[in-house]
């Protein structure tokens, strides 16, 4: 199997990379690349992202294909793909960090600035916060409700499919912090720096095995 992190410069992903080596412990390839040919071979796909939206959008469409090989992978082919802090972000309509910057348009939504209620709640979220759990999801398999994740972000992603949040957390209000549509998943928080409980996550994504019937699709959204 082939699990392909990609690098398309969004800034420093080396957690990301160690954390997923680790997990598949040698019995899974981790790729770190932007090579579309490779991309398309690829089982899995990880989607990371640090800095701004703005920025992270201009980085990967700055890459001649990437954005319409990850399309290709995710939505037309149906396989697995996870998206990380900005790299669910990435996934919105639009976002609004630093200027109105079109989105991927994977699902239907915007990324709005958090609600700091005049100073009451700090900018950046950083750190460790509780999640509540939603619904059911495959990366959650083991995953206790009220586990602690830790963050880095001052933007919300807001769907307008409320179905697919599979977690939310509460800071200045509910913030969606977690996806999931068919083979489409997302955190908002950093399962790689997420001690032993991310890991786990990581583990469900690698250990996925979805067969996705296109029928099915025309039913569930």
Not at 30 to 45: M, N, P
Not at 85 to 90: K, R, S
Not at 99 to 104: C, R, V, W
Not at 179 to 199: A, C, M, W, Y
């Amino acid at each position: 199997m082939n699990v392909t992190i990609v690098d398309y410069q969004s800034g420093n992903i080396s957690s990301v990379i160690n954390s997923f080596t680790e997990v598949a412990k040698g019995k899974v390839n981790i790729e770190v690349t932007s090579d579309i040919k490779k991309i398309k071979l690829s089982d899995k796909i990880v989607l990371p992202g640090q800095g701004s939206f703005k920025s992270c959008i201009e980085s990967l469409k700055g890459i001649n294909g990437l954005a319409d090989t990850l399309k290709e992978f995710a939505i037309t082919n149906k396989k697995p793909l996870l998206g990380i802090c900005v790299g669910l972000q990435m996934f919105a309509d639009v976002g609004y960090e630093e200027a109105e910057t079109k989105g991927l348009g994977w699902i239907s939504g915007k990324v709005s600035k958090i609600d700091n209620q005049n100073g009451k709640f700090k900018l950046p979220h950083i750190g460790w916060n509780e999640i509540e759990i939603q619904k059911e999801s495959k990366i959650f398999k083991d995953i206790k409700n009220k586990s602690h994740m830790y963050f880095v972000h001052s933007y919300e992603f807001i769907p307008e499919d409320k179905s697919v949040i599979s977690a939310t957390t509460d800071y200045s209000s509910k913030i969606v912090c977690s996806i999931e549509r068919h083979n489409l998943f997302g955190t908002q928080f950093h399962p790689e720096k997420s001690d032993k409980v991310g890991l786990k996550i990581i583990e469900n994504f690698i250990k996925l095995s979805i067969i996705f019937n296109p029928v099915l699709s025309l039913f569930s959204g």
